[in-house]
């Protein structure tokens, strides 16, 4: 079992810039896909960007040259660095990390993008 910790969730005005953190704290393995997803009120939760151990990665087609997501393999962090914010962009955003059979969850991180 993983214990992901999420951080950089808030309020931000359209246009904005918000980075997003989320840390498996004392894994001495390195995880073989970490990403985010996202769920907006009434909503489905969707993939926004998953990143695997190689640095490949994968981005839904809305947040495609907006976001970026990125990794510290050493740390078992990952990153997602979020710019040109969109109200539509508003969401619960859940961290997740994933290796063979297992996948764990964030506990998620509200970000509102509001004028």
């Known amino acids: 079992q993983v214990q992901l910790v999420e951080s950089g969730g808030g309020l931000v005005q359209p246009g904005g810039s918000l980075r997003l953190s989320c840390a498996a704290p004392?894994?001495?393995?390195?995880?073989?896909?970490m990403g985010w997803y996202r769920q907006a009120p009434g909503k489905q939760r969707e993939l926004v960007a998953s990143i695997a151990r190689d640095d490949s990665t994968t981005y839904a087609g809305s947040v495609r040259g907006r976001f970026t997501i990125s990794r510290d393999n050493a740390k078992n962090t990952v990153y997602l660095q979020m710019n040109s914010l969109k109200p539509e962009d508003t969401a619960v955003y859940y961290c997740?990390?994933?290796?063979?059979?297992?996948?764990?969850w964030g506990q998620g991180t509200q970000v509102t993008v509001s004028s």
């Open positions: 004392g894994t001495i393995f390195s995880i073989a896909v």
């Open positions: 997740i990390a994933r290796n063979s059979f297992i996948t764990d």
